[in-house]
């Protein structure tokens, strides 16, 4: 849970800001719509993903089986540059969030404060250059920092709301100014279905559950084939994930919308003004202000560890897509499977995202939000099929009714917020470009990773090759009657000059799925 944590539970860094600029005084409201999104819609879809797969391959993995040949290819580099993005924006952002923590703090030299872009790529150097080295302990590093920085949130949280039980006129401003905007219940929850998307980027973390499932504990009779115990520990590992980071986000949104001006949230200017204290790190904010300095320090501290520690989870992650789908599909070389080329690259990347977004925490959180969306809209479509597949009228219809509502959040979040989508569209074109090149490079090439025989085939070899020499001829039948064999073996001995007292095999090999690059035999 703490793995899936680092990346999940991490966003409370930036999340409260990044909903109060999108919500104002509904950002509550939009949370506890988020919150339901993700106890009703992502939970349930994340559950049967780890029931359907439950040795983390995860969602794209279920819509590869369910979608075969070209289109299912096709469709699974597509959903790969999505994920490439998520992955990419959740280093990029947690390392500029780290930033925006380090030249916020009152113990920070006053130069950091015009040096936002080179202290993030420096971080993200520093990230590449681990992932160098190798990256190993990743599991205690995670517990403890998820432990300290959840119990440091609970302290600042619980501290916020008792300002606000100290000051209850700020709980009556607060409302008082909902209904003087809004004017009913009714209206605020229809405005916050239309402002939540923006907050979409705290569903973050559930495609690595998933992904974690292989060093989830089982129980002693699981089948490997079909391990139940695992299985029913991943979906309590969601559950307590969910629940946890539900309560955060309420609990963290309530507080800093109550408690912090708006206009120090505000985002950096485009001509060079100076970002609110409050953006990119809400939270942040009220620890130092309610809690002092050396706790907010300490806090401080926490938040960028959590957030460095996120972005080496999506560098792990990274380093899985590749070599899980491309070289197995005839897409990328060989050479792709190593881990360092690949954290050469995929640095490289993060320094022209920083660089794009000018290591702004709030320009990057729409992309984010798309590459998350995005993903869990695909695990939502491949529940549905899989259930559907089942012939349950009722459960397919729940996972639609998901379905349809996740990607009516990524359309509007693409709408409002494009940059995602040009992100995700480089990904996609770089995968698919290289791919096809790579593809048509390697088409010479010997596809057959192993050759299994059953008895019948062994059979035929053990009495062809008794005492003599066994000759295999290659061979593409086309009526499988016994004049095509014997011209066939005629012309093949005449060619190739095989003695007649030499037996001969055929050796046939018919190619169910051609979009396969390597496969056993």
Same mark, same amino acid.
């Given at each position: 849970?703490?793995?899936?944590?680092?990346d999940?539970?991490?966003?409370?860094?930036?999340?409260?800001?990044?909903?109060?600029?999108?919500?104002?005084?509904?950002?509550?409201?939009?949370?506890?719509?988020?919150?339901?999104l993700?106890?009703?819609?992502?939970?349930? =879809?994340?559950?049967r993903?780890?029931?359907?797969?439950?040795?983390?391959?995860?969602?794209?993995?279920m819509?590869?089986?369910?979608?075969?040949?070209w289109?299912?290819?096709?469709?699974?580099?597509?959903?790969?540059?999505?994920?490439?993005?998520?992955?990419?924006?959740?280093?990029?952002?947690?390392?500029?969030?780290?930033?925006?923590?380090?030249?916020? @703090?009152?113990?920070?030299?006053?130069?950091?404060?015009n040096?936002?872009?080179?202290?993030?790529? =420096?971080?993200?150097?520093l990230?590449?250059?681990?992932?160098?080295?190798?990256?190993k302990?990743?599991?205690?590093?995670?517990?403890?920092?998820?432990?300290?920085?959840?119990?440091?949130?609970?302290?600042?949280?619980?501290?916020?709301?008792?300002?606000?039980a100290?000051?209850?006129?700020?709980?009556?401003?607060?409302?008082?100014?909902?209904?003087?905007?809004?004017?009913?219940?009714l209206?605020?929850?229809?405005?916050?279905?239309?402002?939540?998307?923006?907050?979409?980027?705290?569903?973050?973390?559930?495609?690595?559950?998933?992904?974690?499932?292989?060093?989830?504990?089982?129980?002693?009779?699981?089948?490997?084939?079909?391990?139940?115990?695992?299985i029913? @520990?991943?979906?309590?590992?969601?559950?307590?994930?969910?629940v946890i980071?539900?309560?955060f986000?309420?609990?963290?949104?309530?507080?800093t919308?109550?408690?912090?001006p708006?206009?120090?949230?505000?985002?950096?200017?485009?001509?060079?003004?100076?970002?609110?204290?409050?953006n990119?790190?809400?939270?942040?904010?009220?620890?130092?202000?309610?809690?002092?300095?050396g706790?907010?320090?300490l806090?401080?501290?926490?938040t960028?560890?959590?957030?460095?520690?996120a972005?080496?989870?999506?560098?792990?992650?990274l380093? @899985? =897509?590749v070599?899980?789908?491309l070289?197995?599909?005839g897409m990328?070389?060989?050479?792709?499977?190593?881990?360092?080329?690949?954290?050469?690259?995929?640095t490289a990347?993060?320094?022209?995202?920083?660089?794009?977004?000018k290591?702004?925490?709030?320009a990057?959180?729409?992309?984010?939000a798309?590459?998350?969306?995005?993903?869990?809209?695909?695990?939502?479509?491949?529940?549905?099929?899989?259930?559907?597949?089942?012939?349950?009228?009722a459960?397919?219809?729940?996972?639609?009714?998901?379905?349809?509502?996740?990607?009516?959040?990524?359309v509007?979040n693409?709408?409002?917020?494009?940059?995602?989508?040009?992100?995700?569209?480089?990904?996609?074109?770089? =995968?698919v470009?290289?791919?096809?090149?790579?593809?048509?490079?390697?088409?010479?090439?010997?596809?057959?990773g192993?050759?299994?025989?059953d008895a019948?085939?062994?059979?035929?070899?053990?009495?062809?090759?008794?005492g003599?020499?066994?000759?295999?001829?290659?061979?593409?039948?086309r009526?499988?009657?016994?004049?095509?064999?014997?011209?066939?073996?005629?012309?093949?001995?005449?060619? @190739?000059?095989?003695?007649?007292e030499d037996?001969v095999?055929?050796?046939?090999?018919?190619?169910?799925?051609?979009s396969?690059?390597?496969?056993?035999?």
């Amino acid at each position: 849970m703490c793995l899936t944590g680092v990346d999940y539970f991490s966003t409370l860094g930036y999340q409260p800001g990044i909903a109060a600029l999108a919500a104002g005084a509904l950002s509550p409201c939009a949370t506890l719509i988020l919150v339901l999104l993700t106890l009703f819609g992502a939970l349930p =879809i994340y559950q049967r993903v780890a029931r359907e797969s439950p040795h983390g391959e995860g969602s794209i993995s279920m819509l590869e089986h369910l979608l075969p040949w070209w289109q299912g290819k096709l469709f699974v580099l597509v959903l790969l540059g999505f994920l490439a993005t998520d992955f990419i924006i959740t280093i990029t952002l947690s390392a500029a969030d780290a930033t925006a923590h380090l030249i916020e @703090n009152p113990f920070a030299p006053t130069f950091f404060h015009n040096q936002a872009v080179p202290i993030t790529l =420096i971080l993200l150097a520093l990230l590449g250059a681990v992932f160098l080295k190798g990256f190993k302990e990743a599991i205690g590093i995670a517990v403890g920092l998820v432990i300290l920085y959840l119990a440091l949130n609970a302290v600042v949280i619980a501290a916020g709301i008792g300002q606000i039980a100290i000051h209850p006129h700020l709980f009556i401003e607060w409302k008082r100014a909902l209904f003087t905007v809004h004017g009913s219940p009714l209206a605020m929850f229809g405005v916050s279905l239309l402002l939540f998307p923006k907050l979409a980027l705290g569903l973050s973390g559930f495609e690595t559950g998933v992904a974690m499932m292989p060093l989830v504990k089982g129980e002693p009779g699981d089948d490997e084939s079909r391990p139940l115990g695992k299985i029913r @520990n991943t979906q309590h590992l969601l559950f307590t994930a969910a629940v946890i980071m539900s309560v955060f986000l309420i609990a963290s949104a309530f507080v800093t919308t109550l408690l912090i001006p708006a206009a120090d949230f505000r985002s950096p200017g485009p001509n060079g003004e100076f970002a609110g204290p409050a953006n990119g790190r809400a939270l942040a904010y009220l620890a130092h202000r309610f809690l002092g300095n050396g706790f907010g320090t300490l806090y401080d501290i926490s938040t960028i560890a959590i957030l460095w520690f996120a972005g080496a989870s999506a560098m792990a992650g990274l380093l @899985n =897509i590749v070599p899980r789908y491309l070289p197995r599909y005839g897409m990328a070389p060989e050479w792709t499977r190593a881990a360092r080329p690949l954290v050469l690259i995929y640095t490289a990347i993060a320094f022209a995202v920083t660089l794009l977004f000018k290591a702004g925490v709030d320009a990057q959180g729409g992309a984010y939000a798309t590459g998350v969306l995005v993903v869990i809209t695909s695990a939502a479509v491949a529940v549905t099929l899989a259930v559907w597949r089942t012939r349950s009228a009722a459960a397919a219809a729940a996972f639609c009714l998901i379905a349809v509502v996740f990607a009516y959040t990524t359309v509007v979040n693409i709408i409002e917020r494009p940059d995602g989508v040009k992100i995700a569209a480089f990904f996609i074109s770089a =995968i698919v470009i290289v791919s096809l090149v790579s593809r048509v490079w390697r088409t010479t090439e010997l596809r057959t990773g192993e050759i299994t025989l059953d008895a019948a085939a062994e059979r035929f070899i053990d009495h062809a090759a008794r005492g003599k020499a066994l000759r295999i001829i290659a061979n593409q039948p086309r009526h499988c009657h016994e004049a095509e064999y014997s011209k066939r073996e005629r012309e093949q001995r005449e060619d @190739n000059g095989i003695p007649p007292e030499d037996r001969v095999l055929f050796l046939e090999i018919y190619v169910p799925d051609a979009s396969e690059f390597s496969a056993e035999l």
